[in-house]
């Protein structure tokens, strides 16, 4: 009898640790992917490591490069600009993909060719919008330019990837056209899933269109808003592809951006160990945001009366 409740208990141990077999490989795999260059990249940001000379990644400086970092002005300018370039592009967005929604949830026919047909501008490439905005704001080849010349508007052409704050406007206008559907998308699944009720009740005791936009549909979509926020300033946080076509973070680093400095410190001038250093100081900012757009997910949803 213990023979068999021992080949019994062989077999149960067997299959609660069969998922865990099958995972292995991928497990395996997701290690050698992520870790292991995450581990060495956090190394060599404490060595001074060059790509043009190898030998450099087996000296250990300690915090010389984030020292470095938290002394150099230009770091903290393109620091305080990507904070406001996040800030402008996910309100925008946001603004938008709520009219966007709103707008699609009131007509009665066709929702689901607009949806299609609103998603469009996510499936670009980075780099293809990049390019596609670029040759609109060109100085002197451009389609605005042309246009505004052509209309009477203006009648000298408009440096728009040259002057510091037209420049910025521009990169912000490529990155918030290519994602505010993300918005649009979250927005309008809150409002798909919103129960009528409350509106008709709203109705009946007399209140106006504002006031139960105000108070009913806004409280309620926020958590879906707050879910887009998070997904988009990891992704605005971490923004490269746009600037470095448009602008390459200049003229004379005007639109520098964290990562585009990031990219030009490691790639260009071969610094490669400051340059892991400042990707590291620049994930506090996405930590943050994303800390941020979390607490008030679990705001939204206790004044709503729902779980945490």
Not at 85 to 111: D, H, R
């Amino acid at each position: 009898m213990s023979i068999i409740s021992l080949k019994f208990n062989a077999i149960i141990q067997s299959k609660k640790s069969l998922p865990y077999l099958l995972l292995l490989p991928a497990i395996i795999v997701i290690l050698s992917v992520v870790l292991v260059p995450l581990l060495f990249s956090f190394y060599t940001s404490f060595t001074p490591f060059k790509l043009t000379k190898p030998d450099t990644l087996f000296i250990f400086i300690g915090f010389k490069n984030y020292i470095r970092i938290f002394s150099d002005m230009a770091f903290w300018v393109a620091f305080g600009r990507t904070v406001l370039f996040l800030a402008v592009v996910i309100n925008l967005e946001f603004l938008f993909g709520l009219l966007i929604a709103l707008m699609i949830n009131k007509i009665t026919f066709g929702k689901r060719i607009l949806r299609t047909i609103m998603m469009f501008p996510m499936m670009f490439s980075p780099i293809l919008v990049g390019f596609q905005f670029k040759f609109i704001f060109n100085d002197n080849i451009g389609i605005l330019n042309n246009a505004l010349q052509s209309l009477g508007v203006t009648d000298q052409a408009i440096a728009w990837l040259v002057d510091r704050w037209l420049a910025f406007g521009a990169i912000s206008f490529a990155e918030i056209w290519m994602s505010t559907s993300i918005f649009a998308i979250l927005l309008l699944a809150g409002l798909f899933s919103m129960p009528q009720e409350p509106h008709e009740a709203a109705q009946v005791d007399g209140c106006n269109s504002w006031q139960i936009f105000r108070h009913i549909t806004l409280p309620f979509i926020m958590p879906f808003a707050f879910i887009a926020m998070t997904i988009r300033s990891l992704d605005v946080a971490r923004a490269y592809d746009i600037v470095d076509v448009m602008t390459g973070g200049g003229p004379a680093g005007r639109t520098e951006l964290l990562w585009t400095m990031i990219a030009r410190t490691g790639f260009d001038n071969a610094q490669m160990g400051r340059a892991n250093a400042m990707a590291y100081v620049s994930i506090i900012l996405s930590i943050l945001f994303t800390y941020y757009f979390f607490r008030k997910i679990i705001a939204t949803r206790k004044a709503m009366g729902g779980d945490t």
